[in-house]
């Protein structure tokens, strides 16, 4: 292999990780990785208000484990509701409100989410089929409340998902499989 290259990688990996470090530090906080994992049935309910109205929206809503990546282990629970879904082109936009349901507390944080179709058939290392990709992210603070630790916490949230609709047409009792990778920067 061409040595130049492989300085090139180190280097581009080295500045990658520094930055990510730094984001976290220019914020003061802690990083919190969480993965949602698991199939859950959809189930209505209302969300803190969105539309600034004072009045709780709708949302459709799925429980599944909470997995701390480092390890592998459920550290929790998680509720993850839509609401607002809106076709746009192949995808959706959709505004979702994660509940993180931990020991040390529980988290409630918002973004504005894109869905997309794979392009490219996708299944993970568990063999679960993936029929869609998720994303989300902002700047601004994405925590809506918290309890326990995370009482009065402010921060930000980066969404990158993956998730199974193929048995869901958006009736209560349909399960979605998730596979979503929550990184959250507390101030």
Same mark, same amino acid.
């Given at each position: 292999?061409?040595? +130049?290259?492989?300085?090139?990688?180190?280097?581009?990996?080295?500045?990658?990780?520094?930055? @990510?470090?730094? !984001?976290?530090?220019?914020?003061?906080? +802690?990083?919190?990785?969480?993965?949602?994992?698991?199939?859950?049935?959809?189930?209505?309910?209302?969300? /803190?208000?969105?539309?600034?109205?004072?009045?709780?929206?709708? @949302?459709?809503?799925?429980?599944?484990?909470?997995?701390?990546? +480092?390890?592998?282990?459920? &550290?929790?629970? !998680?509720?993850?509701?839509?609401?607002?879904?809106? /076709?746009?082109?192949?995808?959706?936009?959709?505004?979702?409100?994660?509940?993180?349901?931990?020991?040390?507390?529980?988290?409630?944080? *918002?973004?504005?989410?894109? &869905?997309?179709? &794979?392009?490219?058939?996708?299944?993970?290392?568990?063999?679960?089929?993936?029929?869609?990709?998720?994303?989300? @992210?902002?700047?601004?603070?994405?925590?809506?409340?918290?309890?326990? *630790?995370? *009482?009065?916490?402010?921060?930000?949230? *980066?969404?990158?998902?993956?998730?199974?609709?193929?048995?869901? @047409?958006?009736? /209560?009792?349909?399960?979605?499989?998730?596979?979503?990778?929550?990184?959250?920067?507390?101030?």
């Amino acid at each position: 292999m061409n040595i +130049k290259i492989v300085i090139i990688a180190v280097i581009s990996i080295s500045l990658g990780l520094s930055s @990510a470090v730094s !984001a976290a530090d220019k914020k003061g906080g +802690k990083i919190l990785v969480m993965n949602l994992v698991g199939s859950g049935a959809m189930y209505e309910r209302t969300v /803190p208000d969105i539309d600034g109205d004072d009045v709780d929206d709708p @949302a459709i809503c799925f429980d599944v484990d909470l997995i701390n990546s +480092k390890n592998g282990q459920q &550290v929790g629970t !998680a509720t993850d509701c839509l609401s607002n879904i809106t /076709p746009i082109g192949s995808g959706l936009g959709l505004v979702g409100t994660t509940y993180f349901n931990l020991p040390q507390g529980n988290l409630v944080t *918002r973004g504005n989410t894109t &869905v997309q179709p &794979v392009t490219h058939g996708i299944t993970t290392a568990d063999g679960q089929l993936i029929t869609h990709v998720t994303g989300a @992210a902002g700047t601004e603070n994405a925590i809506l409340e918290g309890t326990g *630790r995370f *009482r009065n916490s402010t921060g930000t949230v *980066r969404l990158s998902g993956m998730v199974d609709m193929t048995n869901f @047409a958006g009736n /209560p009792g349909e399960p979605i499989a998730f596979d979503c990778l929550f990184v959250i920067i507390l101030d």
